[in-house]
């Protein structure tokens, strides 16, 4: 008899494709651009933050349907949504409150995706790429927290760089999570073809 071996249902895999392109894109651009300052830089951050939010708001609504994880993905939304809006309206704050921001918010996200790794999913390909981003979430947190002496932009720089770290990740999972989704519908095809053979032989 076909064995389900996953107790958690997956997002659908084209909401890890906008989340990583989301994700690559903005932490090029943060990345990349040396000749901006963090005021004009973290309205950028908030934007994409908002971004991400809507995309997972979408995926709770997804869940919703199928009952399964919809609590989460809008925790996750409602997180994003939150550091978005206050980044963009402490835009005019001073560098230390966009450095606190920014690295409180890549830490906290390491820690959700280090428990999504270990309490969501029994897959170690998801638990790896979980935990992958989530300890490159806790690293860059603490590492933009301690960049403070250093010139204006480099604590974006690392945000940058965790970001294409993310996309990247989502981009492979998106990939593995289709193939998730193919196997489970094939699973349940056979354990519903073996359990009308099954009612029928008992009839």
């Given at each position: 008899?076909?064995?389900?071996?996953?107790?958690?249902?997956?997002?659908?895999?084209?909401?890890?494709?906008?989340?990583?392109?989301?994700?690559?894109?903005?932490?090029?651009?943060?990345?990349?651009?040396?000749d901006r300052s963090p005021s004009?830089?973290?309205?950028?951050?908030?934007?994409f933050l908002l971004a991400l939010?809507?995309?997972?708001?979408?995926?709770?609504?997804?869940?919703?349907?199928?009952?399964?994880?919809?609590?989460?993905?809008?925790?996750?939304?409602?997180?994003?949504?939150?550091?978005?809006?206050?980044?963009?309206?402490?835009?005019?704050?001073?560098?230390?409150?966009?450095?606190?921001?920014?690295?409180?918010?890549?830490?906290?996200?390491?820690?959700?995706?280090?428990?999504?790794?270990?309490?969501?999913?029994?897959?170690?390909?998801?638990?790896?790429?979980?935990?992958?981003?989530?300890?490159?979430?806790?690293?860059?947190?603490i590492v933009i927290f301690n960049?403070?002496?250093?010139?204006?932009?480099?604590?974006?720089?690392?945000?940058?760089?965790?970001?294409?770290?993310?996309?990247?990740?989502?981009?492979?999972?998106?990939?593995?999570?289709?193939?998730?989704?193919?196997?489970?519908?094939?699973?349940?095809?056979?354990?519903?073809?073996?359990?009308?053979?099954?009612?029928?032989?008992?009839?």
């Amino acid at each position: 008899m076909a064995h389900i071996k996953r107790k958690y249902i997956d997002s659908h895999w084209l909401v890890f494709v906008f989340q990583g392109a989301i994700a690559l894109l903005f932490g090029c651009l943060t990345l990349f651009t040396a000749d901006r300052s963090p005021s004009e830089l973290v309205p950028v951050i908030g934007i994409f933050l908002l971004a991400l939010a809507i995309v997972e708001f979408a995926n709770s609504v997804y869940r919703s349907y199928n009952r399964h994880g919809w609590v989460v993905s809008t925790l996750v939304a409602a997180f994003d949504a939150l550091f978005g809006i206050l980044l963009l309206f402490m835009t005019n704050e001073t560098m230390t409150w966009h450095l606190v921001m920014i690295a409180g918010y890549t830490l906290l996200r390491g820690i959700f995706e280090l428990v999504i790794s270990v309490r969501t999913t029994v897959d170690p390909t998801d638990r790896f790429i979980w935990g992958l981003c989530g300890l490159c979430g806790i690293v860059f947190g603490i590492v933009i927290f301690n960049s403070g002496h250093l010139a204006n932009v480099d604590f974006l720089r690392f945000f940058g760089a965790y970001m294409m770290i993310l996309g990247v990740s989502s981009l492979i999972y998106s990939a593995h999570n289709r193939e998730q989704q193919r196997e489970d519908k094939i699973a349940r095809s056979e354990a519903a073809r073996m359990r009308a053979k099954t009612n029928k032989k008992s009839d």
